[in-house]
């Protein structure tokens, strides 16, 4: 069964930058079925998503948060990386990786979560 | 963007009841809506893809209907479980979630 662990400091002062990292087990990234999404959920708010990497590199990601994210993928190690600059209070949620999946008749929908890390912007 | 719009925002319920929560796109979105359960300290959990397919190892009281921009989440025969918090999320145009509605087991 795949498996994903978000790791990362939990604490990132304003103006700085936040770095998480999503390992993936049980099973390869390398799959190009499959997005490699950042969701996150700011405390007292619902879910908003972030951002995704294909396996072969391509990105896409939320227009309010394009200008401060990077996603990137390393097959080598099977994991992918979040990295958003500049931060302030309003970056401190639970951020949760995941797996998309997709069908014609489905969308796409994310099947596999991590259980989420609590990241928190204060000085 | 896709506006999201859940209804209710929590609701009480008791076990063996049915409850359901309805979810709004501000514009269509055929049928390419997911419904995902929430539990504090756990991984969210996929209950239903393509607004009404079941994931594998969800539970039948779980359903899902609906297409172009209303759907509802229905569940049957409540159990402690249950009690979570519920997101609708459109795969139409990028992803966008509802705010999610949080479900208390009387």
């Known amino acids: 069964q795949l498996q994903l662990q978000e790791s990362g400091s939990g604490l990132v002062k304003p103006s700085e930058t936040l770095s998480l990292t999503c390992a993936v087990s049980?099973?390869?990234?390398?799959?190009?079925?499959?997005?490699w999404t950042w969701i996150r959920r700011p405390l007292g708010k619902g879910l908003e998503w972030i951002g995704l990497?294909?396996?072969?590199?391509?990105?896409y990601y939320d227009p309010s948060l394009r200008r401060r994210v990077t996603i990137s993928i390393d097959r080598s190690n099977n994991l992918f990386s979040l990295s958003l600059t500049s931060v302030t209070t309003a970056d401190t949620a639970v951020y949760f990786c995941?797996?998309?999946?997709?069908?014609?008749?489905?969308?796409?929908?994310?099947?596999?979560w991590g259980r989420g890390i609590l990241v928190t912007v204060s000085s | 963007d896709i506006q999201m719009t859940q209804s209710p925002s929590s609701l009480s319920a008791s076990v063996g009841d049915r409850v359901t929560i309805t979810c709004r796109a501000s514009q269509y979105i055929n049928s390419l809506l997911s419904w995902y359960q929430e539990k504090p300290g756990k991984a969210p959990n996929l209950l239903i893809y393509?607004?009404?397919t079941l994931q594998r190892g969800v539970p039948s009281r779980f359903s899902g209907s609906g297409s172009e921009t209303d759907f509802t989440l229905t569940i049957n025969n409540l159990q402690p479980e249950d009690s979570a918090t519920y997101y609708c999320?459109?795969?139409?145009?990028?992803?966008?979630f509802g705010q999610g509605t949080k479900l208390e087991i009387k």
């Open positions: 393509g607004a009404s």
């Open positions: 990497v294909y396996h072969d590199g391509n990105t």
């Open positions: 049980g099973g390869s990234i390398n799959s190009g079925h499959y997005s």
């Open positions: 999320q459109q795969g139409y145009s990028l992803y966008t």
């Open positions: 995941a797996r998309g999946d997709y069908s014609n008749d489905s969308g796409w929908y994310f099947d596999l």
